[in-house]
């Protein structure tokens, strides 16, 4: 006959059977939770690495096609002479050839260049306006000088005064210049980081979506593969007691 065990060692091994099931339960819990950590950690990284290039994306040097006008403008106030005059002009035109070129291989910057041209065709309308008044303050000149030799002085004045009002005119619309220009500048800037707000955004609600639906996806996926099992698991057989 077999030796029967004590009662007391059954239970010792039953009770060791659960501790290393304890423990190996433990042990997998542990490890799905560091696999869950490690797959946050990971994604989590991939999107500060995503938000720091879009940050250096935006902090590249910018070009400041909004300068252009700026010195064009401040070229035309310093001119003092009609060929200082036209040399601003050709500035501005050689600036306008450059930044229609710069519109086609740079269209995230479309609003400020178009701000730019616009600014610059009106500084060569303006260069060719204040030729027009060079010109007649130099007549008017000479006819001070020549009221000054046939001594009429008051003729004289009169025409000093005018000379002295129409420079004083110019030299406060010049300074206006600037300031439009400034505006335009700021506001194609304003624009420009509208827009290129909005598509992040846009960019970010897209990049959301998908992963909604993939988690969508794979949970359907989940289900119909736990609905298969469930049908093609094999049906038990009715067991018949013969004793009966």
Sequence with gaps: MAAIQPVSAIGREDAGEEQQNSLLSQSLKKQEESRASLTEMIQDAKEKADAQREKLKLAKATPRYGDAPLEAYARLN??????????????????????????????????????????????VSRAGRKKLELNREQLARARQKRMARENKRREEQRIKQELRRSQSMRAIRESGYIREADIANRQADQLTATKMELRHQAEQLGISAMKSVDAALQGYSAGAQLAAADVDAPMEAPQVNVQA
């Design 78 to 123: 310093r001119a003092r002479t009609q060929a200082q005059v036209s040399s601003a002009a050709g500035y501005a035109r050689r600036r306008i050839v450059q930044l229609e070129a710069a519109r086609r291989s740079d269209p995230d910057h479309a609003d400020q260049i178009k701000a730019a041209v616009g600014q610059l065709r009106k500084a």
